[in-house]
């Protein structure tokens, strides 16, 4: 199973508030953050870290947007423009 396959098995058994408050982890927001855009406690907000450090078997929020930042995207991007792409005439 590669780790792509065994990422997305993972996100597979967050709940939905739990990826809400991962996406909030790899913007770098604290819990005392997070409970606040989230409207729920501190301490709602640190067992919902909790288990996504868990969940990912990781011991850290570091290691949490370390391993998400090394995925590989699926999203494919344009590649650069060129200047030859580009006319100063209108």
Do not use: F
């Not at 870290?49 to 011991?59: G, T």
């Amino acid at each position: 199973m590669s780790e792509e396959e065994r990422k997305r098995k993972r996100l597979n058994r967050a709940t939905p508030r739990e990826l809400e408050v991962l996406q909030l982890v790899l913007q770098g927001q604290t819990n005392k953050d997070i409970a606040q855009r989230l409207g729920i406690s501190d301490y709602t907000a640190r067992d919902h870290v909790s288990a996504l450090l868990r969940k990912h078997a990781v011991k850290s929020r570091g290691q949490l947007i370390a391993l998400h930042a090394a995925a590989p995207r699926t999203r494919k991007t344009s590649p650069p423009l060129h200047l030859s792409d580009c006319s100063a005439e209108r």
